[in-house]
């Protein structure tokens, strides 16, 4: 199955917490220490199936962003799909609101690295 090789290090998750929280090593999820590392290091983390297949699919379409003159717009949704076929994933509606949270919260980071910026 698709879903069973994840990256095992909290790479992502750093990524994503720094776009959401605007600090450098924070979880996504919790806003402070590494939800994932913790649980995986006392055996308590399990993602589910479609949490899975949605890292997997926000991995792999990161070169994917429509792009303007003022910087991100938005997930290329044609390229999405595209991914999604290829992993042998079916698209649904939550599927999809994940990786619109995802984008969301990395538009909200480059605008206001954009910002900082001026």
């Known amino acids: 199955m698709p879903y069973q090789n994840l990256p095992a290090d ?11 929280y605007g600090l450098d ?18 055996g308590k983390l399990k993602l589910s199936i479609s949490g899975s297949e949605v890292l997997q699919i926000w991995s792999m379409t990161q070169t ?6 003022s910087g991100l717009v938005g997930l290329n949704y044609q ?15 939550y599927h999809l609101n994940l990786i619109r949270s995802l ?3 990395t538009l909200e980071h480059y605008r206001k690295e954009s910002e900082a910026k001026k």
């Open 10 to 20: 909290c790479q992502h998750c750093y990524f994503l917490g720094k776009q959401k």
């Open 25 to 42: 090593h924070v979880c996504f999820f919790s806003g402070s220490t590494c939800a994932k590392k913790a649980n995986v290091e006392a």
């Open 64 to 69: 994917q962003w429509n792009v303007s003159m």
């Open 79 to 93: 390229s999405v799909d595209m991914v999604a076929k290829i992993l042998e994933i079916e698209l649904t509606a």
């Open 103 to 105: 984008e969301a919260a």
